[in-house]
């Protein structure tokens, strides 16, 4: 098997639930005592979390390409970046490391292929939101047409990302806000909906809403697994 490089942190909540998925799914398709091999380089999120919301981009780039020059030189064969959020900084990484990357974005969008879905909706922080490293990566990539929330949703979500879940506060009341925003998205036609934050799954999951629910921590971690047993 693979060596699997995770850059964490972000938050360590998070982080912990890819841990779980990678060694589960491993256990799944290999059996026995079988578990994941990987190596984890974990941030310091107060710091990452000041620097996103300064729109400090240059240095969020840095520390993400060093993390994962950290995982190539410990000997990882591929590096996976545990939150969605600082995939704004995947073209950097990919540039200065000479193994693998493996975008969130790209196993997400073979998943939503797969089920045949044409029009998404994208829940996430508003950098994910907003900005188009995601949106546009599934339109190039899957032909995906990607619809967000309004202005007004799109701050409720993220400032519960950030007050409430990334610091394991798990409300009924915000869990009934974001149906409320995902049940307007498919209103508008959207036939699934992206998780879009490795957080978002801690609150919401397919019990809770009508449409099929994309949880990006769940694929992300299990897609690179199987990458890490094929390429073996």
Not at 81 to 103: A, G
Not at 125 to 145: A, P, Q, R
Request: glycine share 6%.
């Amino acid at each position: 098997m693979k060596t699997i490089g995770l850059i964490g942190g972000m938050s360590w909540e998070s982080s912990a639930v890819y841990y779980e998925y990678i060694n589960k799914k491993v256990r799944t398709l290999k059996g026995g005592f079988h578990s994941c091999k990987n190596i984890m380089i974990s941030v310091d999120f107060a710091e990452i979390e000041k620097l996103q919301h300064e729109n400090n981009w240059k240095t969020l780039n840095k520390l993400m390409v060093n993390a994962a020059k950290q995982l190539e030189l410990a000997g990882a064969d591929i590096v996976v970046l545990c939150t969605n959020t600082m995939h704004l900084c995947s073209s950097e990484i990919i540039k200065n490391i000479s193994i693998p990357f493996f975008h969130i974005a790209e196993a997400t969008g073979k998943e939503i292929a797969q089920k045949g879905i044409k029009k998404v909706a994208l829940i996430g922080t508003k950098f994910t939101m907003e900005k188009d490293f995601y949106k546009g990566f599934l339109t190039n990539h899957f032909k995906i047409e990607v619809i967000i929330p309004t202005v007004k949703e799109r701050q409720l979500i993220h400032d519960i990302i950030y007050n409430e879940l990334v610091v394991g506060k798990i409300k009924n009341k915000s869990r009934d806000i974001y149906k409320t925003i995902i049940y307007n998205l498919e209103k508008r036609g959207a036939e699934g909906v992206i998780l879009g934050c490795t957080e978002i799954p801690l609150l919401i999951s397919n019990t809770d809403v009508n449409i099929p629910t994309f949880n990006t921590t769940k694929i992300h971690a299990e897609k690179a697994v199987e990458w890490a047993l094929i390429n073996d």
